[in-house]
């Protein structure tokens, strides 16, 4: 397969005027007349007429309105063209209803939609389908569907028929069409200069009662992007579709937003408090997008994290303003570590700008994305708020209405600040995760602290150089008083050192405050010193985090030597937890062990081979000691943290919640399930239903309420995919797989939701000692899954490879069983490029 290169890059030869397009809808023979005009550019280092196309049928071709006989070429077509402006005009012939790999034109419970980012919009009509062409697009919708919606503002409309017009230059990646049954949550909004815009949420009749929320959460989006960025709405209309059948979270199409139904989608009895705040995050992401990524957009797929960590950046900070800051950097820290550090410690790392794919779907990774975002903090760390927000200004005024790179990013940086940003660049271009190792000294009245970098070689990247690492340091007294508040420590050499002077007496110093860099940092800290961060750290984060060491040393002590859980700490935690005068969300965060895969990942970081039945022993038997330590205690938080009164999804009752099901789940070792069972029993509210059935299941008695969870909710899909997904989740390792299995068989599974089969799937890969069982079992069955996949979808085949990425760091009985399954997915007759590019990297 044909690898694509940065360095390659070249400019399509003509410029794209305008574009009109329309469709006949039917659902296996969908036409698509597509009428272009183009102009060559003069100096055209590429003068080659290429438009992309696949999966096409052309009918006819016409240039200037004579039919022409193009050349058909791999992956699309060659036309002989005049030197001056011309019209293209093409007719084809495609099938949304026989396209399941979701990517295109598609038929998704009998409504059409589409997904065009990265490379789908060539399989709707022949086009220059790449970021840097960008036109406005006239858009006709012919068929029988009660609702037909493409991008831009509304045209004509009439029996039959739709009109759109987008006035604002896009590149085809943005393009959407949606038709079906369709009926709308309305509402309205004004902008600061006084636009009057039309809200709409589209959904199928029956899901109407939950979009109240998704549309509060796009307001307020709305909102916060004028306040904080001064960023305006531009159309007269901002539409949101959910459709059921979607391979990822959402997409941020100009003017008409398509939502995976599971992103938008909620209700007090329905979702989850995490479903609540994921969905509030993704309508601001995307709603985002229309400045970052949609006005200025990306040159090329290398520049996606221009737009993507970007965007992830605002919305986090979006949702820092919304709930609560602190709570918000643990949680995301907490998914950088689990997603982001094993991509970048594996054979799948990369740049956060890649310079090669074989298939750019493979790159919306936690890299592109999370690591993005982080690096685009440091950048706001390092310049500080009024230059970040200078620069930003900067790049919205220089470069609407462009497709933009790294460099231009920068570029606004160094010019808004007069800062050089070569070796922040570093940050785009090299892989890994640094690890960096502090030591420190007290001499006299001084604290030295050095500090050395170091990042392991990645694929195609055997050294790398010393990046520049914003390091926030506080320092704290004996009697826990900040003596030195945050300061942001500039290193930028291999080796470096800070003094703090003037001091009475060795301070406790708390490094790495706000998780100011994705780093490792490697620390030789006592446990008392982390005892008392996790006390009196002033910064939240940081506090969370002595605690996450003191959690992690004690089970790697546990796996590591068959030591008991730590006693100390069991009492530090102890005490924070009945501490009513702390925050519950901030207790909930302190009492949510590191995770099994987590653990592991350290254990990897140190390196050691982790050893998966250990790890989930350890965290049984740790467990299982918490909640004898607490058992006095545990009724009365129990009792302390429930939240009375009506479900309202807002941070505070999240966070009360939050700590109330980690009671609960300690409760239920102590109690047999007798107060899980109740709270069943009583629960009015997703949050409380879906917590005390996952202790029943996970104490071995839920049988009766996994029942009577599934006749109640089993016409609602979404809540189905919970469903699915628990029992996975909470099965014991040596039934992990089995009890999946068993679930492929169930009459509402279908291979051909992604939802679902992310739901059954995703919970055997993410359940560490099931999908790591030495029986091989779950490795086959995620194999067999995934090969029964691809053929029908691709995209969501490859992105679940990575369930295999991390297969080197285990024991050799399960290296070969997992190797084993990826020859065996490797050597699967006619694979798709997605998955065969995934697998041959990880392999490699
Ligand atoms: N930009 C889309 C992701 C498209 C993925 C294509 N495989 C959603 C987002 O990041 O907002
Ligand atoms: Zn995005």
Redesign the pocket.
Known sequence: PETFYLKDYTPFGFEVEAVALTFKLAATTTRVISKIRFAPKPDAADPRFFLHGEALNLIWAKIDGQEVTPQMVNGGLECTVPGQPFTWEAEVEIDPQGNTAL?GLYMSNGMYCT?C??EGFRKITYYPDRPDVMSTFTVRIEGSEKVMLSNGNPGTTGDGFAEWHDPWPKPAYLFALVAGDLINHPDRFTTKSGKDVELNIWVRPGDEGKCAFGMEALKKSMTWDEEVYGREYDLDIFNIVAVDDF??????NKGLNIFNSSCVLASPETSTDANFERIEA?IA??YF?NWT?NRITCRDWFQLCL??GL?VFRDAQFTSDMRSAPVKRIDDVITLRARQFPEDGGPLAHPPRPEEFQE??NF?TATV?EKGAEVIGMLKRLVGDDAYYKALDLYFDRHDGQACTIEDWLKVFEDATGRDMTQFKLWYSQAGTPRVKVSESFVGDTLTLTFEQETAPTPGQPTKDPRVIPIAVGLLGANGDEIQPTTVLEMTEAKQSFTFTGLAAKPVASILREFSAPVVLDRQMGNAERAFLLAHDTDPFNRWEAGNALATDTRLRMVLNGAAPDANYLDALTKLVRDDSQDPAFRALVLQPPSQAQIAQVLFEQGHTPDPEKIHDAAETFAQSLAQALSDSLPRLYAATTVDGPYVPDAEGAGKRALNGAVLSLLSRLDGGAAAAKQFEAADNMTLQYAALACLLRAEKGADQSQAFFDQWKEDRLVMDKWFALQVATAKPENAAQTARALTKHALFTIKNPNRFRAVMGALAGHHAGFHHISGAGYSLLAENLMALDSLNP?TTARMCAGFQTWKRYDETRQRLIQTELEKIAGLNGLSRDTSDMVTRILE
């Open positions: 990517e997904q980012e990265a391979n990822m979270g959402a997409m941020e993704i992401h995307e997008h990524g737009k993507e965007t750019i779907n919306y994305y995209q």
